[in-house]
T-cell receptor, first 114, second 111 residues
Framework: DAGVTQSPTHLIKTRGQQVTLRCSPKSGHDTVSWYQQALGQGPQFIFQYYEEEERQRGNFPDRFSGHQFPNYSSELNVNALLLGDSALYLC?????????????FGQGTRLTVV | RKEVEQDPGPFNVPEGATVAFNCTYSNSASQSFFWYRQDCRKEPKLLMSVYSSGNEDGRFTAQLNRASQYISLLIRDSKLSDSATYLCVVFVSGGYNKLIFGAGTRLAVHP
């Protein structure tokens, strides 16, 4: 039973560029949430996808967008990268259909913007 | 005020010690509570779920006080391998599985 997988694990980008991060949820899970974790901070909620739609969004600018595919996998896109976007990006999967709300995380993508 | 607040620590304790972390939350509609453990540069991993007044799993005990809106985590007989950051997490419903994380409490267990 595969857990949550994310790719790539590490990424270096230049300011102004665009990046796409990918996530495959745990088997049986249909909800994907994305978090940004800066050094020394707890994960901050970016948005959540369920049934291919953005269900809820945290306090992040429109430069952050996402997508969920029919197989429940998801992408996070960040445009016009800023130095401050450097962080660990975590994908969490859970069940959105009345199941227990525990979320399980992928290993994360460490993004460095230079 | 942050939605979930934790003492950042670090808590430096010797092996075998008992250590307790507290966490307060501001949203009285919060329904479920969790403690996650996060090792340096790794992803958070679920340690305990707290659905009622508390939960115990081996050396770990979590307690919930809804009236005072705080959750605690007690670790008995600390091991070196317990060294990590412990994240307090609150689940707020309203139809969505939204988890709100505290900034974490760092624990360092030394010989």
């Amino acid at each position: 039973d595969a857990g949550v997988t994310q790719s790539p694990t590490h990424l270096i980008k230049t300011r102004g560029q665009q990046v796409t991060l990918r996530c495959s949820p745990k088997s049986g899970h249909d909800t994907v949430s994305w978090y940004q974790q800066a050094l020394g901070q707890g994960p901050q909620f970016i948005f959540q996808y369920y049934e291919e739609e953005e269900r809820q969004r945290g306090n992040f600018p429109d430069r952050f967008s996402g997508h969920q595919f029919p197989n429940y996998s998801s992408e996070l896109n960040v445009n016009a990268l800023l130095l401050g976007d450097s962080a660990l990006y975590l994908c969490a999967s859970s069940s959105g259909t009345g199941g227990r709300p525990e979320a399980f995380f992928g290993q994360g993508t460490r993004l460095t913007v230079v | 005020r942050k939605e979930v607040e934790q003492d950042p620590g670090p808590f430096n304790v010797p092996e075998g010690a008992t250590v307790a972390f507290n966490c307060t939350y501001s949203n009285s509609a919060s329904q479920s509570f969790f403690w996650y453990r996060q090792d340096c540069r790794k992803e958070p991993k679920l340690l305990m779920s707290v659905y009622s007044s508390g939960n115990e799993d081996g050396r770990f005990t979590a307690q919930l006080n809804r009236a005072s809106q705080y959750i605690s985590l007690l670790i008995r007989d600390s091991k070196l391998s317990d060294s990590a950051t412990y994240l307090c997490v609150v689940f707020v419903s309203g139809g969505y599985n939204k988890l709100i994380f505290g900034a974490g409490t760092r624990l360092a267990v030394h010989p």
